[in-house]
């Protein structure tokens, strides 16, 4: 559980990537991708960065493990400067990427956390029994001898996470970590994670998955636009929507200018639209000052309607609505 | 003893993966004896016969050398693909460390065509395999191979930066191939291009392997490969630490 003073701090911090576009006429372009964000994240504590994709997540990350200089302000972690003390922040750091890429392919498993082992100083014979426990804590044991290359995703980020916290490092820091992974490969990915705190380590993972962050975390930011838009504990971002209302309306055939009528309904907050096979789910929040059901449906007229109910606010409604206001 | 261990974890971690790449033994062994097959032809149509042994040794060279340049370019650049490049960076030790053995394992790779061209000389062609001094030619040829790995990690670093240097290492083959004599003598190449041929470590090399191998002064080219294998050493801790902050800065090491 959370606990003592910030382990990971980050003040102002902002990065900005350039890049061109034509070939004759270059023109150069500078993407805000982080625009000046602070947080701090205490010891022992689960931190999660949620945001869509493009929002800043990674980036914000990488500057902090050291693989990206800031453009402009200030990270710490453990107290150390990411910029100017980078070597030492790696030695106390473990860092895991999400997907397929990342490991030996040609190695086995074994190798690849031999090798690994080596570069991070666990050498001799404390080597061998680390090796062996953390193949026992991510449950890959029994399949360490046999190459990479045959390893499904799910075993694969098992291997991301036992080298990122083969050296027994303080932080470890997550990027989607269960990307891509079957429901019950994640399952357990998550009990992976829980056991790092219970470990004793200090966390920060960044997710799409509002369950997963609501499961695990002790706080979260929210981040779109490469900005910090909200920041409490699952249930005080809840909280923030709490009052409000989320009705769900089944329609087949929705397009964006009904949409925008929808948006327009007095105490309406945000609308979003998920897929569903031939249906579509409209998901509506709002203010919830007053019964929306019938000024909703108006503005559905000539649209096939199905079923429609209302319930409390999730995480993810909190998010939505987070990231629509941003 | 630590950096020691890593040299060694990474050399061998390396050998293993290039050891299960069909592509990378086919081209040292069977590239390194085409090569082979025309020198010999060349040599003997020339009349020149008695040098055969000189123009087997030449085209081992050659595959040496392209096992360096193509296997330390490709080193950074096939790490960006598979995303361990982050990885090496974003571990505690120097990039020259962490990269250092995998660019003695790609240099160590192209002994095998030195052997595979003796061997399919001294079978196809009959080379007789006499060596003047034998252990100055074992001697010769590890320097070289060490000193060419050293090289091959300033090259290396370059990659770092920029995501597309491979068009420097197909530049680099041929011309190294002529400016350090590999496929015939340097005197008669034009004379401004001296300078050249003298700071390429494959050029001392060849001329140290092969005074062993024929005769002559063994030394004083051993000297200078050694010499240059370190320069490039200095060079490659300079390009790495420079290169490194400058991908941090510009976010090249990763694919996207």
Known sequence: ?326 | MSALRIVWSGFVTNLKMLSTSSFFLLTSVVQPVIFATIAFYMFQSGGRSGTLLYAALGAGMMGVWSSTLFGSGGIIQWQRWQGTLELGVGAPPPMTLVYLPFSLANSFIGLYSMAATLAWGRIVFGVPLHFAHPWQFVLALAATVLSLGLMGLVLASTFILYRYANALSNLLEYPVWVASGLVFSTALLPEWTRPISWALPPYWGILAIRHAALGGPVWGPLAMVTLLGLAALGISILTFRLFERLARARATLALT
């Open chain 1, 1 to 326: 559980m959370a606990g003592g003073g910030a382990v990971i701090e980050a003040r102002e911090l902002r990065r900005t990537y350039q890049t061109s576009t034509g070939v004759v006429r270059r023109k150069r372009l500078e993407v805000e991708a982080v625009r000046g964000i602070s947080f701090s994240v205490r010891e022992g504590e689960l931190f999660g960065l949620l945001g869509p994709n493009g929002a800043g997540k990674t980036t914000t990350i990488k500057m902090l493990i050291t693989l990206l200089l800031p453009t402009s302000g200030e990270a710490r972690v453990l107290g150390l400067d990411v910029v100017e003390h980078a070597r030492e922040v790696r030695k106390r750091i473990g860092y895991v990427f999400g997907g397929d890429r990342g490991l030996y392919e040609r190695l086995s498993a074994r190798d690849n956390l031999r090798y690994f082992a080596e570069l991070y100083g666990v050498s001799g014979k404390a080597q061998r029994a680390r090796i062996d426990e953390v193949f026992e804590l991510v449950g890959l044991k029994g399949r360490e001898q046999e190459r990479v290359e045959g390893y499904s995703r799910g075993m694969r980020q098992r291997l991301h996470i036992a080298r990122g916290i083969l050296h027994d490092p303080q932080v470890v820091f997550l990027d989607e970590p269960t990307i891509g992974v079957d429901p019950v490969g994640a399952r357990e990915l998550r009990q992976t994670i829980a056991d790092l705190i219970a470990a004793g380590k200090t966390v920060l993972l960044t997710t799409h998955y509002m369950f997963e962050a609501d499961a695990l975390c002790d706080r979260i930011a929210v981040i779109a636009r490469g900005q910090i838009v909200g920041e409490g504990t699952p249930d005080e971002l809840k909280a923030g929507v709490a009052e409000g209302q989320i009705t769900e309306i089944e329609v087949f055939g929705v397009d964006d200018a009904i949409l925008a009528r929808l948006r327009g309904v007095e105490s309406v907050t945000a609308v979003t639209v998920e897929e569903r096979d031939q249906k579509q789910l409209v998901i509506v929040q709002s203010t919830g000052e007053r019964e929306l059901t019938a000024p909703l449906l108006a503005q559905l007229d000539g649209v096939e309607v199905g079923r429609v109910s209302s319930r409390e606010p999730t995480l993810e409604d909190a998010y939505v609505a987070l990231v629509e206001a941003a």
